[in-house]
């Protein structure tokens, strides 16, 4: 059984810095690409960042891009963002979510593209 936990997401002030946390258990952790996503609009998902399973290559949103990392802790079975000079418009759910083994995660990225998802984690940027 697949589970995706996200943590991290906090009140911060503008210009500040967040590191959001995404455990998952349940499968071969470093066979998968995963992404972290936010909910652009109602019913609408924007891709934030993703790393393939190989952890080489990764991929930003423009809007983003410069600003926030990603990484992974392949023995922990850890995913992180790295969140750098935060604005208002970073104000948002962040999710986690997993790719199957062998999937080519490019860009853009899309979200039904991914098996497993967290429940999110939020994330506010105000003064």
């Known amino acids: 059984h697949v589970q995706v936990v996200e943590s991290g997401g906090s009140f911060v002030q503008p210009g500040g810095t967040l590191r959001l946390s995404c455990l998952v258990t349940g499968l071969r952790f470093d066979y998968h690409p995963m992404c972290w996503f936010r909910q652009a609009a109602v019913n609408e998902l924007e891709g934030v960042s993703c790393?393939?399973?190989?952890?080489?290559?990764?991929y930003h949103g423009v809007s983003v891009k410069g600003r926030f990392a990603i990484s992974i802790d392949n023995p922990q079975n850890m995913l992180y963002l790295h969140m750098n000079d935060l604005k208002p418009d970073d104000t948002d759910i962040y999710y986690c979510?997993?790719?199957?083994?062998?999937?080519?995660?490019?860009?853009?990225?899309?979200?039904?593209?991914?098996?497993?998802w967290g429940q999110g984690t939020q994330v506010n940027v105000t003064s």
């Open positions: 790393i393939r399973a190989s952890g080489h290559i990764v």
């Open positions: 979510a997993v790719a199957s083994p062998g999937y080519g995660v490019g860009w853009p990225v899309d979200p039904e593209d991914f098996d497993h």
